[in-house]
């Protein structure tokens, strides 16, 4: 097995808290933590604002975490609640675009990622028509709520790993999810947005 071989078997075994230990001296070991999340973050952001902007945040948002990598809390292995927190606070910042583009999908039903928004957000329900009022629902949520419902929802979180990334106690999670759920579910006529059916 070659060095470089070697070392790619070593860094999928390392956990994230270790990785970025390892960058502190070795700045490329970064890249590793790069390839776990870029793909999940990309994902959720693009779902959020579109795949155009999606590209620049994610740059962002890697940028970002290299730029703190130093600060982070090496008591926590997982570094996907940091990445994700840093990605939500930059995808609050593009907040404009993002309700924009929600709207645009509420009124055409066109969806501009491959799978269809509801396919993840409403399980099995494929009509245009769920889209819509879907993305008009999600507009009409304030930050903090669609913020807390996408990372559950988009992000597959759990209530801790929200309030990592958000930085806000896991009760706040749990009332910001229960009324983001309830006023969603209102607009869809009570279906749960989160469920799986």
Same mark, same amino acid.
């Given at each position: 097995?070659?060095?470089? /071989? ?6 999928? /075994? &390392? =956990?994230?808290? #270790? &990785? ?7 700045? /490329?070991? *970064? @890249?590793?933590? !790069?390839? +776990? ?24 948002? !890697? $940028? @970002?975490? !290299? +730029? ?9 292995? $997982? ?18 675009? /993002? #309700?924009? *583009?929600? +709207? ?6 066109? =969806? ?18 769920? =889209? ?24 597959? *979180? ?28 209102? @607009? &869809? ?9």
């Amino acid at each position: 097995m070659s060095a470089r /071989e070697l070392n790619t078997v070593e860094q999928t /075994e &390392l =956990d994230d808290a #270790e &990785l970025i230990r390892l960058s502190w001296d070795d700045p /490329e070991r *970064f @890249a590793a933590l !790069f390839e +776990r999340y870029v793909r999940q973050i990309h994902h959720y952001i693009a779902r959020r604002l579109g795949i155009q902007a999606a590209d620049d945040i994610v740059a962002e948002t !890697f $940028l @970002a975490a !290299f +730029r703190r990598r130093h600060s982070y809390d090496m008591a926590q292995p $997982l570094a996907r609640p940091w990445l994700y927190g840093i990605a939500t606070t930059l995808v609050a910042r593009h907040r404009r675009n /993002e #309700e924009r *583009f929600l +709207r645009a999908l509420s009124r055409t039903g066109v =969806d501009p990622l491959p799978e269809p928004m509801a396919d993840t957000v409403i399980s099995r329900v494929a009509a245009q028509n769920e =889209d819509r009022r879907l993305a008009g629902a999600l507009a009409k949520l304030s930050r903090g709520h669609r913020d807390v419902l996408l990372l559950v929802a988009w992000g597959g *979180f759990d209530y801790e790993e929200v309030a990592l990334a958000l930085g806000i106690p896991v009760g706040t999670v749990r009332s910001r999810l229960h009324r983001a759920r309830k006023k969603v579910r209102a @607009a &869809l006529g009570d279906g749960d947005p989160t469920s799986e059916t």
